[in-house]
């Protein structure tokens, strides 16, 4: 990229964002820089963590840093500054809640991950046993069920009864 200066790359990656929402080849054509240029800066925003789309323009394909790039601007601010801010990126106040809690539950401890998933797995075993049960049961009146058809079968048989039910 030639050497642009810091502010014409912000304004560049500023039409970039919503509410502009160029694509990097309208920008291109709009602008007269090369395609390759305007990636290669797209990219190193990107690294350096700011919140700039991929080629998919949806706020939920973002990458992990672009959305922790987001709480992290949207931490301090109020309702209303929030709110201004979702407008400005073309965002929804929701989408920003859902992905500050994503990163608190990102950052629980390890300790509190491993008691959950033991709380889970404890559960699961419960519910198993009581699945096997419940079939052992089934398959115990099943089995008892067919002896009797049988032996009604057969003492049907041997005292000549053809369909009576006696």
Known sequence: MPR??????????????????????????????????????RKQAQAKGAPVPRDKKLPDDWSAEAKFAVVLETAALSAVELSEYCRRKGLYPEQVQTWR??????????????????????????????????????????????????????LNAYWGNDGEDN
């Open 4 to 41: 642009y200066s810091a502010e014409r790359k912000a304004t560049l990656l500023k039409q970039l964002l919503p509410p502009v929402n160029l694509s990097v080849p309208e920008l291109a054509r709009q602008e007269g820089i090369s395609e390759t240029s305007l990636y290669a800066l």
């Open 101 to 154: 809690q994503a990163c608190i539950s990102g950052q629980q401890s390890a300790q509190a991950q491993r008691q959950a998933e033991r709380e889970q797995a404890r559960a699961d075993k419960k519910r198993i046993r009581e699945l096997e049960r419940e079939l052992r049961r089934k398959d115990k009146a099943l089995a008892e069920a067919a002896a009797i058809l049988v032996l009604r079968k057969k």
